[in-house]
């Protein structure tokens, strides 16, 4: 059974950055795109980007001047920054894998979630 | 960037109910397009991917249809387990983008 688990600070002051981890265990991270997804408090969705194990990454251009994303496959862990971070940053932070076939793309696995604050 | 609208925002149903959400894409996304289970607290959970295909584990009273620009789930027989927010979500292109959500509560 494949986990993800996030793991970061929890409270970032503004104008610095954000780093979060997500550590994949039960499988490979190898063949796989693996997103950061985030949740202000009582808000929806909202898909901040993808690493596939071979570095290849996309961006959501609202945010893309901001992320950075990383893959460690020997650790199998893939990684978030986000700069220069205001109040508007404060949300819950998923990781997901992305499941892709012919005619699906899809996020099976998720993290539980790791709750950022951005507060001095 | 693709734009997903759900409708209605949030319902009240009973149990036994049977209930539809839909979620329209402004432009087409063929069947790229999935369903998601939230409960408060905890990570979304993938109830239908490519419009209609069941996800493993997930109870058969939920199904999705549509193509192109329309879809919608249905839960055929409310149960208490099933009260929790709903989402759509396209996988078309990048970036993927998310319905604003519809939550279902007891009435």
Known sequence: ?120 | DIQMTQSPSSLSASVGDSVTITCRASQSISNYLNWYQQKPGKAPKLLIYAASSLQSGVPSRFSGSGSGTDFTLTISSLQPEDFATYYCQQSYTTPRTFGQGTKVEIK
């Open chain 1, 1 to 120: 059974q494949v986990q993800l688990q996030e793991s970061g600070p929890g409270l970032v002051k503004p104008s610095e950055t954000l780093s979060l981890t997500c550590s994949v265990s039960g499988g490979s991270i190898s063949s796989y795109y693996w997103s950061w997804i985030r949740q202000p408090a009582g808000k929806g969705l909202e898909w901040i980007g993808r690493i596939y194990s071979t570095e290849t990454t996309n961006y959501n251009p609202s945010l893309k001047s901001r992320v950075t994303m990383s893959v460690d496959t020997s650790k199998n862990q893939f990684s978030l920054n986000l700069s220069s971070v205001t109040a508007a940053d404060t949300a819950v932070y998923y990781c997901a894998r992305e499941s892709s076939t012919v005619t699906s793309r899809s996020f099976d696995y998720w993290g539980q979630g790791t709750l950022v604050t951005v507060s001095s």
